[in-house]
Nanobody, 118 residues
Framework: QVQFVESGGGLVQPGGSLRLSCAAS????????MGWHRQAPGKQRELVAS???????NYAASVKGRLAISRDNAKHTVYLQMNSLKPEDTAVYYC????????????WGQGTQVTVSS
């Protein structure tokens, strides 16, 4: 059974930091490209960061320089370090795993809420 379990969300003040984690099980983790997506109320889900099997990273323009994705294949976990958070970063954050294309995930986590507010 495949499971992706996110953790680390919460309430943070503008300018603050959070670190999200996503632990995967039931897959050969190192074979998968991993992504972090977010969905704000009334908006479509968007891909904000991705990391390939080989460790190459890519970011949406709105988060570049503030968010950093990384992976630990030994722990079957992908991370999203979030710095200099803004109210517009408020959303439910989802991790995904893709065997072939990061744009077509095979698996999703259940999501974790991030709220940036004073």
């Amino acid at each position: 059974q495949v499971q992706f379990v996110e953790s680390g969300g919460g309430l943070v003040q503008p300018g603050g930091s959070l670190r999200l984690s996503c632990a995967a099980s039931g897959i050969i983790f190192s074979d998968y490209h991993m992504g972090w997506h977010r969905q704000a109320p009334g908006k479509q889900r968007e891909l904000v960061a991705s990391i390939t099997r080989a460790g190459m990273t890519n970011y949406a323009a709105s988060v570049k320089g503030r968010l950093a994705i990384s992976r630990d294949n030994a722990k079957h976990t992908v991370y999203l370090q979030m710095n200099s958070l803004k109210p517009e970063d408020t959303a439910v954050y989802y991790c995904s795993g893709s065997r072939w294309s990061i744009l077509r995930p095979d698996y999703w986590g259940q999501g974790t809420q991030v709220t940036v507010s004073s």
